[in-house]
């Protein structure tokens, strides 16, 4: 699915911790984001990113940092990460489906849990 | 900010029974995404509707879009055990993102 790799898959980690997820792309897509999904609020935006070095806020954004040194790879960091951070996060990146709409395709995803 | 919402949160079904969700907005919407996300995965894209009144068919699922533009629905017929998982509509919000429903849940017994 349009070439989307994060790192890592799964990871548990402590109240305080700093944690970074990594979200790999090979398309030269200029446009993505960040997603976190938890049950009963579906998919929420944190940070999405337009170009290299050039990101903005999405709707749950407290808590965390992006950055985008490069085309390919859009970082998300939990400085601290808190437990109310545990939860399914989603990359994803903005394309063009076969039927020629634009849309999203989302990576595999990394389930954390802050203990 | 807006919000379309999804019902029902969860459906349970015989296999072969029919399967319908629905999307409803309370502003006019420039289009809708559906996509579906099976256990344990991701969401893929299932489909774009952006006219009024639109009807789309893929295989046993149809798609409409409201005249008003307002709400959308997924309608499965005869349902198979490779339906189950949550199905998801979306629209594009100002960031280039899309803004998503909470999902129903699919279950299908065989």
């Known amino acids: 699915d349009a070439g989307i790799t994060q790192s890592p898959r799964h990871k548990v980690t402590e109240t305080g911790t700093p944690v970074t997820l990594r979200c790999h792309q090979t398309?030269?897509?200029?446009?993505m984001y960040w997603y976190r999904q938890d049950p009963g609020h579906g998919l929420r935006l944190i940070h999405y990113?337009?170009?290299?070095?050039?990101?903005d806020k999405g709707e749950v954004s407290d808590g965390y940092s992006v950055s985008r040194s490069k085309t390919e790879d859009f970082l998300l960091t939990l400085e601290s990460a808190t437990s109310s951070q545990t939860s399914v996060y989603f990359c994803?990146?903005?394309?063009?489906?076969?039927?020629?709409?634009?849309?999203?395709?989302f990576g595999p995803g990394t389930r954390l849990t802050v203990l | 900010g807006q919000q379309v919402m999804q019902i029902p949160q969860y459906q349970h079904v015989q296999e072969g029974e029919d399967f319908t969700t629905y999307c409803n907005s309370s502003?006019?919407?420039?289009?809708i995404q559906w996509y579906k996300q099976r256990p344990g995965g991701h969401p893929v894209f299932l489909i774009q509707?952006?006219?009024?009144?639109e009807v789309k068919k893929q295989k046993r699922l149809t798609f409409q879009f409201g005249e008003a533009k307002k709400n959308s629905s997924l309608h499965i017929t005869a349902t198979q055990t490779t339906d189950v998982g949550t199905y998801f509509c979306?629209?594009?919000?100002?960031?280039?993102?899309?803004?998503f429903g909470k999902g129903t849940k699919l279950s299908v017994k065989p």
């Open positions: 994803a990146i903005r394309g063009s489906s076969a039927l020629g709409t634009d849309t999203q395709y």
């Open positions: 398309e030269n897509h200029r446009y």
């Open positions: 990113s337009y170009g290299v070095k050039d990101t």
């Open positions: 502003t006019t919407l420039s289009n």
């Open positions: 509707l952006v006219k009024s009144g």
């Open positions: 979306g629209y594009g919000g100002s960031q280039g993102n899309l803004i």
